[in-house]
């Protein structure tokens, strides 16, 4: 038994991005399910925040503000987590505000592709699809199979959704850097998400998080579901000798993956509370 069996969840969605459940109702399952603290890290907002925190005071939770920045990057899904920041930050709020504006320009962009090619769909069908906020391709997906243009979700990609299909649309996005640097900005801790999705080899990886420990990085999504074993090994080895915050979640959407819980990824993966000390430290070290 470790001297410590706090566990924690720092990966997080809720319906204020593309998540099944409510801020508030993530919480009351998180302390249900016995967590010492978790974040809310939904897709390029803050708006589940508020009500998270307000839970969590009301519960005796934890809860860490948070969330996910896309950012640009070649062949790959760079996504960049935030944490500890001020949800109120006016500079945070406004670069957020823009990176939704470029979404709402390109879904309607690739519902005119889609026009193009005989199959009309209503942006209302779309938005009555994502019933949070944040509109996006998945519902654009699910649209198209409600109007009987494709049998499933997949197919939607795999015909037209996908990058290279013809209703796709380039997405405008942060540079990594400068998601590092508006989190920071914020007075938060920056994380690079999920390396495993970034599709390079354990090398390039160590190449490209060392390049972005000198643009200000904190720390290194170590557990996450998508990680093998020996992902999670050499991810660990590299936080430490960068001296970056080792941290991790279940990026828990509510529903899609049968194996992951909130808590509990993938072969019982578990996070410890040296997470939260972890990202405390890098933030007590800035303003100190
Ligand atoms: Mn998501
Ligand atoms: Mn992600
Ligand atoms: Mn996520």
Do not use: C
């Amino acid at each position: 038994m470790p001297a410590d069996a706090r566990r924690v969840d720092l990966h997080i969605h809720t319906t204020a991005s593309d998540g099944l459940y409510a801020p508030a109702e993530i919480v009351r399952r998180a302390a249900e399910a016995g967590l010492a603290a978790i974040a809310i890290t939904d897709h390029d907002t803050v708006a589940g925040l508020g009500e998270a925190l307000d839970a969590g005071r009301r519960l005796g939770l934890e809860v860490l503000t948070g969330t996910e920045l896309s950012a640009e990057f070649p062949n790959g899904t760079m996504h960049i987590l935030g944490y500890g920041f001020d949800p109120r930050h006016p500079a945070l709020l406004s670069a957020l505000e823009q990176y939704r504006r470029f979404r709402d320009e390109r879904n309607p962009q690739i519902l005119a592709k889609l026009a193009e090619l005989g199959m009309p769909i209503r942006y209302e069908a779309v938005r009555a699809k994502a019933g949070g906020e944040s509109v996006g391709r998945p519902h654009i997906a699910q649209a198209l199979v409600e109007a009987g243009h494709v049998t499933g979700v997949d197919e939607a990609f795999r015909l037209y959704l996908a990058r290279g299909r013809p209703a796709y649309v380039n997405r405008r996005r942060a540079s990594p850097e400068e998601a590092i640097r508006m989190i920071r900005a914020a007075g938060g801790a920056a994380v690079l998400a999920h390396a495993g999705q970034l599709k390079r080899t354990m090398q390039e990886v160590r190449r490209i998080v060392a390049g972005l420990a000198t643009a200000g990085l904190d720390g290194i999504e170590v557990w996450h579901p998508d990680h093998s074993a020996d992902d999670m090994r050499a991810l660990a080895v590299l936080a430490r000798q960068l001296g970056l915050a080792a941290t991790g979640g279940t990026d828990y959407h509510g529903h899609v993956r049968e194996d992951v819980r909130l808590g509990v990824g993938r072969g019982n993966l578990a996070v410890g509370y040296e997470a939260v000390e972890a990202l405390r430290a890098r933030l007590a070290a800035r303003s100190g």
